[in-house]
């Protein structure tokens, strides 16, 4: 029995793809008889790593399906982006540096925790980019106990151009890249991810491909009818669906743009946009010109989910931070033709013009032709929505566990 601790901005019930992978993770873990705890902060949603007012969950300490998770309070500063930006200049050290990034959580109390544990640990397992307060403690109970440290960092593939210069510099700063370096193990998801932190500097050796998975019967089996009835779309319409944090780096603001360019040009169809709003979103959609053409929906539940898939026609992740794109691919797994950008994750998973439809990030005039290509051709979504089925078969949890659980049991000595 090893004794294993993830280290993570956000878990169960709040919902993502890093936290899907860890709470799969901690569960597989857990069954097999393995102690697992999870440190996680008491934010719900990633606006509240910054803000104050949004969702929290409670503090403390909260059994889940055999997994102990202790959520550590997320504390703030008035005027934060500012003063912790200003903060972070002064030349006070790492865990300084680390903690006062404005985007990152600021988690007092988990870094106290991780300098004052004194019980045995095998494996201390941390996620991801770029929240360095996270990695910073997760490096410090690994010191502290002696434990093997394990990152999975997640990290964005830049896209070309000034963009993906500044993603480049706040996931592999220098500061990040120390705290890798530091890891026995880094396990990538994609082999473009493997090979961005190999060119960074992180040894050959410890870059472990691991990947994550699709469960289709956690996303299939929706109700159509029923979904598009609270939707209150007719039912011969043709819907596009985009489920992510709302927001222009997963390119829901592309994909506004796009869709009002048909829009214009008298296309018909409907947008339904799934998932919490991030910054700048409600001000664009309050600019659209089409607005009675969108569903703008929050956070789903686990049955909404279902329905969302059940109930669109085309599914549309236009992301410049799709690390691996799990969405994407449930989409996939419920045979749902799929639209990205040719980028990170999904230009790996998938490929163009025969399971899923991949133009050039950022090309606004490629995308519109996509979306309107899948609008026209219902065979072509149906060639498309069958190679993406295939896809999803290769892509399942069990292999992306096992190969987890593998890069673990080879430093615990399992």
Known sequence: MARVVHIC???????????????????HLASRGDNVEV????????????????????????PINGVQVRRFPIR?????KYTRTAAHLLPLGEAWKCNTLRWTPWVPSLTQAARAYDQPIDIVHAAPLPYSSILHAAGVLAHRTGAKLVVSPFTHVPPPGEAGRRMAQAYLSPLNLRLLVRAAVVCAQTRLERDLLAAAGIAADRLAITGVGVDPEEVSGGDRQRARAAWRVDGDAVVVG????????????????????????????????????????????????????VVDLGELSDDDRRDFFAAIDVFALPSYVESFGISALEAASCGVPVIGYAHGGPREIFQDGVDALLPAPGDLPALERCLRELLVDESLRATLAAGARQVAAAHQWPAALARVTAAIDGLSGR
Not at 42 to 61: E, I, M, Q, W, Y
Not at 76 to 80: K, S
């Open 76 to 80: 703030y500063v008035p005027l934060q």
């Open 9 to 27: 901005p956000r878990y169960a019930p709040a919902r993502g793809g890093v936290e899907s992978f860890f709470r799969r993770l901690s569960e």
């Open 242 to 293: 985009h489920l992510a944090n709302k927001s222009r780096d997963k390119g829901t603001l592309d994909l506004l743009d796009a869709a009002e360019r048909l829009w214009d040009a008298g296309r018909r169809f409907v947008l339904v946009l799934a998932g919490p709003a991030m910054a700048g979103y409600d001000e664009r959609l309050a600019r659209s010109r089409h607005r009675q053409h």
């Open 39 to 62: 440190w996680t902060t008491d934010a719900s949603t990633v606006r509240a790593f910054t803000a104050a007012g949004d969702a929290r969950l409670p503090a403390g300490l909260e």
